[in-house]
């Protein structure tokens, strides 16, 4: 499950300076635009006759809120609003879903991840930035919202969905096997960095030796949280480099009093944004983690909030943003070390537990298995049949050892799952080297083997 509020923007903005106030006049608007804004401008800001207008001129990143669809966009950076469901993207043919929650409005219609919102109650979203259409899905529980769908398999359907609240934590967590803590984040909220802090705690008390921090689909959130996760990381010094309209700066991490392990994994992909890319840049620069996954969105801008006496907000780049050692984020993202075709989470976890195989010997992979596959291992010797369950085990990937039955027959060892493996989910067979031959001499070396079952 991943990056998850009721409505959660795919692309949330950093948050950096202070709320401003001033008189919320179009001069007033222009005035801080030419002073601090970061970004092109297409037009001639000077013939603006509306803040509209001048709005329009500015990077997809700027933008003017009301009162209401401030506080509807800041409660979808802290989790807390009745919504959809769905995690939403910008894209050129409308709003792409990225994700689906359970429990919540998504469950009453036929949402799937790849599907596009082309329409909202008549509207049509191709010309819609995200906080337009997260404006109209945002709303009082109960309320009636009318969707045109364009599916996956290229059919328009209509739907009318009743909006409920949906209230799922910003963090998870679970022990994976071998030790490995599992620990993902879905937003860059204000209490996110402690959130991971108290993950990262509870894991090590449950034996936790290693550790995995999921950021995929994460569109980010607030600049001093992306700081302070960021000084949780092994000789992770300066969180990035700031570009404002006026100067360059160098911007240390927050020390958090814990550190994770050296060569944790980081889990990224095309919805990693904002804070999550900040994150990311800044460890993959200072060699502070393993990087898994996809080139991440290319957002490397930073948002400003001035706010107005009759509560509306004017959001304004102010700044571009870079790795600690100049990598830069803007329209291009940030490559991970290791790109991975499938879940970066099964290769992140193969990888942590293969660390703790050195005397093991990796035979070839075997793809495309059917569920209902058997395994059997062939040696040179005739093997006891004394075999413990612990002397080979199948581990589900991103999860734990399976239940199997083991079977001796002269020199083959038959290996049957309990139940079915899962469809498109990536497993591990560990025949350790405890095994004994029928003179009572274990093996020279264990072995190991990646299994992907079919979809």
Same mark, same amino acid.
């Given at each position: 499950m991943k990056k998850y509020t009721s409505m959660l923007l795919s692309v949330i903005l950093l948050l950096l300076l202070p709320f401003q106030t001033f008189a919320a006049t179009l001069d007033d608007i222009k005035t801080i635009i030419r002073s601090d804004y970061v970004g092109p401008i297409n037009g001639n800001l000077n013939s603006a006759k509306t803040i509209e207008e001048a709005i329009a001129m500015l990077d997809p990143y700027s933008d003017y809120f009301t009162k209401e669809e401030y506080e509807s966009y800041m409660d979808t950076i802290n989790n807390a609003s009745a919504g959809l469901g769905i995690v939403i993207q910008k894209h050129e043919k409308g709003i792409l879903i990225v994700e689906v929650v359970n429990k919540s409005s998504s469950s009453q219609s036929t949402f799937q991840v790849g599907d596009l919102i082309t329409e909202v109650n008549g509207l049509s979203t191709v010309e819609m930035s995200v906080e337009e259409v997260q404006a109209l899905l945002l709303n009082e529980e109960n309320t009636m919202i009318e969707m045109k769908i364009l599916k996956t398999n290229g059919t328009t359907v209509t739907e009318s969905i009743q909006l409920r609240s949906s209230s799922l934590p910003n963090v998870n967590t679970k022990l994976l096997y071998d030790n490995?803590?599992?620990?993902?984040?879905?937003?860059?909220?204000?209490?996110?960095?402690?959130?991971?802090?108290?993950?990262?705690?509870?894991? *090590?008390?449950? @034996?936790?030796?290693?550790?995995?921090?999921? *950021?995929?689909?994460?569109? @980010?959130?607030?600049? *001093?949280?992306?700081?302070?996760?960021?000084?949780?990381?092994?000789?992770?010094?300066? +969180?990035?480099?700031?570009?404002?309209?006026?100067?360059?700066?160098?911007?240390?991490?927050?020390?958090?009093?814990?550190?994770?392990?050296?060569?944790?994994?980081?889990?990224?992909?095309?919805?990693?944004?904002?804070?999550?890319?900040?994150?990311? +840049?800044?460890?993959?620069?200072?060699?502070?983690?393993?990087?898994?996954?996809?080139?991440?969105? @290319?957002?490397?801008?930073?948002?400003?909030?001035?706010?107005?006496p009759d509560g509306s907000v004017l959001k304004l780049t102010i700044a571009e943003f870079f790795g600690p050692k100049g990598t830069i984020v803007k329209d291009i993202g940030i490559k991970p070390n290791i790109i991975t075709a499938s879940n970066p989470l099964y290769s992140a976890h193969f990888d942590q537990i293969v660390e703790n195989l050195e005397t093991y010997k990796q035979l070839p992979s075997l793809t495309n298995v059917p569920t209902t596959k058997t395994f059997t291992i062939h040696f040179n010797k005739e093997i006891t049949a004394q075999i413990e369950s612990t002397d080979v085990e199948i581990v589900q990937l991103g999860g734990t050892a399976i239940n199997a039955s083991i079977e001796v027959s002269g020199?083959?060892?038959?290996?049957?799952?309990?139940?079915?493996?899962?469809? @498109?989910?990536?497993?591990?067979?560990?025949?350790?080297?405890?095994?004994?031959?029928?003179?009572?001499?274990?093996?020279?070396?264990?072995h190991y083997l990646k299994v992907t079952v079919q979809k």
């Open positions: 490995v803590g599992y620990i993902s984040l879905n937003s860059f909220s204000e209490d996110g960095a402690q959130l991971v802090a108290n993950a990262y705690t509870k894991l *090590l008390n449950q @034996g936790a030796t290693s550790f995995i921090v999921d *950021l995929q689909n994460n569109g @980010g959130g607030y600049v *001093l949280t992306a700081e302070r996760l960021i000084g949780m990381f092994p000789g992770a010094l300066y +969180a990035y480099k700031m570009q404002s309209s006026t100067s360059t700066s160098l911007i240390k991490a927050k020390q958090q009093g814990i550190v994770f392990p050296t060569r944790t994994r980081l889990l990224v992909n095309r919805y990693s944004a904002s804070a999550s890319e900040m994150t990311a +840049a800044a460890l993959l620069d200072q060699q502070s983690a393993i990087l898994y996954g996809e080139q991440t969105y @290319g957002k490397g801008t930073m948002q400003s909030f001035y706010t107005f020199k083959q060892l038959v290996i049957k799952p309990s139940s079915p493996l899962q469809k @498109g989910r990536e497993y591990m067979v560990i025949i350790k080297p405890t095994i004994k031959d029928k003179n009572g001499r274990p093996m020279i070396k264990g």
